[in-house]
């Protein structure tokens, strides 16, 4: 087994940008391959520590990823998790097990059906008014600015606004759940979790108890929300426990707002350096739907998912002994030129485009049809204006190799 460069592993990497050209390399060398993990410092009531993972093997072929996907009596979500980082004690892995990104048949079906209901295409096409009109509102403020932040006042603000009407929750308290969230996905980024444990395991109580009140309170005032549904509804005949339930609103409180924060900022960076295919989209608003489809190819919010081999087996011809991680890369999976024709251009008319932005199998996304809804109807809306739209700095990237985001965005609209 031979290592190769620890840069996939390392979020500070990330931060300067997705290494594509790494991709490509092992993509058409060495498509599974083993890579050593970074030293990564963490901060604890006793001190820094460097801890270090054990390594994994990198998927990055379309095929092969697909193949994992689906196989999932073979490379397993519960195992050890679903995140690259491994549990580090039992209980630790036992508190995992209880988000359904890291379930495995059959508690994984079990659990999804609870909330699947709420994100059928039929279900999210109810929630189109709200969205649209959440959606009219940034763009009309942000239009009276001299200066804004793409990520802060758009991106984020659209999906926490439709997030908080979801969840039955005051709009107000929509700052909660990016700071919740910054924390816990940012762990590795030094502007939001920096590696401290301490605020890592403090945002997960502050999120726990909200979530237990707002259960309580929806249990004595049920509404239409999806909270009201899930402390109520029975499935086999059993209600979920709370910490069932506080795992799942977490779930949805962090996946519905940063996949589709970061789906729309940089969404937006890449047509702002893609002048060519912001003008198609200008003139021709028919465009949209494929337009979100290769954007989410292009960005790949989540640009990866790890899973643990439970047997010996046999991935794009590379030997994978049972225990071993193995890490689907969704990002470099999108840009696969067995795939893609010219994988690395962006092409808003991409047809066919199927992409792996939502993963695949028994863990494609729940919040896709969602998702796809919030951005083309902010991109709809901006349509006319997306010609003026200028980014006043660089963005800042995000330190994670987990989610492909940006921090910041400054951005204005010229004179018309």
């Not at 910054?182 to 590795?188: A, E, I, S, Y």
């Not at 962090?254 to 960076?269: D, K, M, P, Q, Y």
């Not at 193995?326 to 470099?332: A, N, Q, R, T």
């Not at 896709?368 to 083309?376: F, G, N, P, T, V």
């Given at each position: 087994?031979?290592a190769?460069?620890?840069?996939?592993s390392?979020?500070?990497?990330?931060g300067?940008?997705?290494?594509?050209?790494?991709?490509?390399?092992?993509r058409?060398?060495e498509?599974?391959?083993?890579?050593?993990?970074a030293?990564?410092?963490?901060?604890g009531?006793?001190?820094?520590?460097?801890?270090?993972?054990?390594?994994?093997w990198?998927?990055?072929r379309?095929?092969?990823?697909?193949?994992?996907?689906?196989?999932?009596?073979?490379f397993?979500?519960?195992?050890r998790?679903?995140?690259?980082?491994?549990?580090?004690?039992?209980?630790?892995l036992?508190?995992?097990?209880?988000?359904l990104?890291?379930m495995?048949?059959p508690q994984h079906?079990?659990?999804?059906?609870?909330?699947t209901?709420?994100?059928?295409?039929?279900?999210?096409?109810r929630?189109?008014?709200?969205?649209?009109?959440?959606?009219?509102?940034?763009?009309?403020?942000?239009?009276?600015?001299?200066?804004f932040?793409?990520?802060?006042?758009?991106?984020?603000?659209?999906?926490?606004?439709?997030?908080a009407?979801?969840?039955?929750?005051?709009?107000a308290?929509?700052s909660?759940?990016?700071?919740?969230s910054?924390?816990?996905?940012?762990?590795?980024d030094?502007v939001?979790?920096?590696?401290?444990?301490d605020?890592?395991?403090?945002?997960?109580?502050?999120?726990?108890a909200?979530?237990?009140?707002?259960?309580?309170?929806k249990?004595?005032?049920?509404?239409?929300?999806?909270?009201?549904?899930?402390?109520?509804?029975?499935?086999?005949?059993?209600k979920l426990t709370?910490?069932?339930?506080?795992?799942?609103?977490?779930l949805?409180?962090?996946?519905?707002?940063?996949?589709?924060?970061h789906?729309?900022?940089?969404?937006l960076?890449?047509?702002?350096e893609?002048?060519?295919?912001?003008?198609?989209l200008?003139?021709d608003?028919?465009?949209?739907?494929?337009?979100?489809?290769e954007?989410?190819?292009?960005?790949?919010?989540?640009?990866?998912?790890?899973?643990?081999?439970?047997?010996?087996?046999?991935l794009?011809?590379?030997p994978?002994?049972?225990g071993?991680?193995?890490?689907?890369?969704?990002?470099?999976?999108?840009?696969?030129?067995?795939?893609?024709?010219?994988?690395?251009?962006?092409?808003?008319?991409?047809?066919?485009?199927?992409?792996?932005?939502?993963?695949h199998?028994?863990?494609?996304?729940?919040?896709?049809?969602?998702?796809?809804?919030?951005?083309?109807?902010?991109?709809?809306?901006l349509?006319?204006?997306?010609?003026?739209?200028?980014?006043?700095?660089?963005?800042?990237?995000?330190?994670?190799n987990?989610?492909?985001?940006?921090?910041?965005?400054p951005?204005?609209?010229?004179?018309s």
């Amino acid at each position: 087994m031979t290592a190769n460069t620890t840069m996939l592993s390392d979020p500070a990497v990330f931060g300067a940008g997705v290494p594509h050209d790494e991709f490509a390399r092992l993509r058409s060398r060495e498509p599974v391959s083993w890579v050593a993990e970074a030293d990564l410092e963490r901060h604890g009531p006793r001190g820094s520590v460097v801890r270090r993972g054990t390594g994994y093997w990198a998927v990055t072929r379309h095929a092969a990823v697909l193949e994992a996907s689906r196989d999932t009596e073979t490379f397993s979500s519960g195992e050890r998790g679903a995140f690259l980082n491994d549990p580090v004690s039992r209980a630790d892995l036992i508190r995992t097990r209880q988000l359904l990104v890291n379930m495995d048949a059959p508690q994984h079906a079990r659990t999804r059906r609870l909330v699947t209901a709420v994100f059928t295409p039929r279900a999210v096409g109810r929630l189109r008014d709200s969205v649209r009109a959440h959606a009219a509102a940034i763009v009309g403020r942000l239009k009276d600015d001299e200066e804004f932040d793409v990520v802060r006042d758009m991106a984020a603000e659209l999906p926490l606004l439709v997030l908080a009407d979801l969840l039955g929750m005051p709009r107000a308290d929509r700052s909660l759940l990016f700071e919740w969230s910054n924390n816990l996905v940012g762990f590795d980024d030094p502007v939001y979790g920096g590696g401290d444990v301490d605020t890592f395991k403090r945002t997960f109580q502050e999120a726990f108890a909200y979530a237990s009140a707002a259960a309580e309170e929806k249990r004595r005032r049920p509404g239409e929300d999806l909270v009201s549904r899930l402390v109520s509804v029975e499935i086999d005949g059993r209600k979920l426990t709370e910490l069932e339930f506080c795992n799942l609103w977490i779930l949805l409180v962090v996946a519905g707002n940063e996949t589709t924060r970061h789906l729309i900022s940089g969404g937006l960076h890449a047509l702002a350096e893609h002048p060519d295919q912001r003008d198609r989209l200008v003139a021709d608003p028919q465009l949209l739907p494929r337009a979100v489809d290769e954007l989410l190819r292009w960005v790949t919010p989540i640009m990866q998912f790890r899973r643990t081999a439970v047997r010996d087996t046999v991935l794009d011809g590379q030997p994978i002994a049972t225990g071993d991680k193995v890490v689907l890369y969704y990002i470099s999976a999108n840009r696969d030129p067995e795939v893609f024709e010219a994988p690395d251009q962006l092409d808003l008319g991409r047809d066919p485009n199927p992409h792996l932005a939502f993963g695949h199998g028994a863990h494609f996304c729940l919040g896709s049809h969602l998702a796809r809804l919030e951005a083309a109807e902010l991109l709809d809306l901006l349509r006319p204006d997306l010609g003026r739209l200028r980014l006043s700095a660089p963005p800042e990237r995000l330190e994670s190799n987990f989610m492909n985001g940006i921090r910041k965005m400054p951005a204005r609209l010229l004179p018309s």
